[in-house]
């Protein structure tokens, strides 16, 4: 069974960073598609950030220029590097893989993890 464990949230003062990461276990064929969304209380889930199986990245404007998205493909995982961070990145984090099995090939999402920007 697929699973995406997330980790590296956090409280961190303005201007900071933090690192997440997004680790897939199970039996796998490939990762396809690999994003980053946020949700702030009140707000609609956002997407963050993209990392194409090409290598192919994509950003919102509001995190473009301090955000990262990469992957270590011997590890099957991906992380987001966040620096310059703003109280407004205060959000819940979720990665979300388009993943292909060996039975399917559909989207699974992390649990969540909690990131805080707060002086």
């Known amino acids: 069974q697929v699973q995406l464990v997330e980790s590296g949230g956090g409280l961190v003062q303005p201007g900071g960073s933090l690192r997440l990461s997004c680790a897939v276990s199970?039996?796998?064929?490939?990762?396809?598609?690999m994003d980053w969304y946020r949700q702030a209380p009140g707000k609609q889930r956002e997407l963050v950030a993209t990392?194409?199986?090409?290598?192919?990245?994509n950003y919102a404007d509001s995190v473009k220029g301090r955000f990262t998205i990469s992957r270590d493909n011997a590890k099957n995982t991906v992380y987001l590097q966040m620096d310059s961070l703003k109280p407004e990145d205060t959000a819940v984090y979720y990665c979300?893989?388009?993943?292909?099995?060996?039975?399917?090939?559909?989207?699974?999402w992390g649990q969540g993890t909690q990131v805080t920007v707060s002086s």
């Open positions: 990392l194409t199986s090409g290598g192919t990245t």
């Open positions: 979300y893989f388009h993943i292909t099995t060996m039975t399917t090939s559909r989207g699974y």
């Open positions: 199970g039996s796998i064929v490939s990762i396809n598609i």
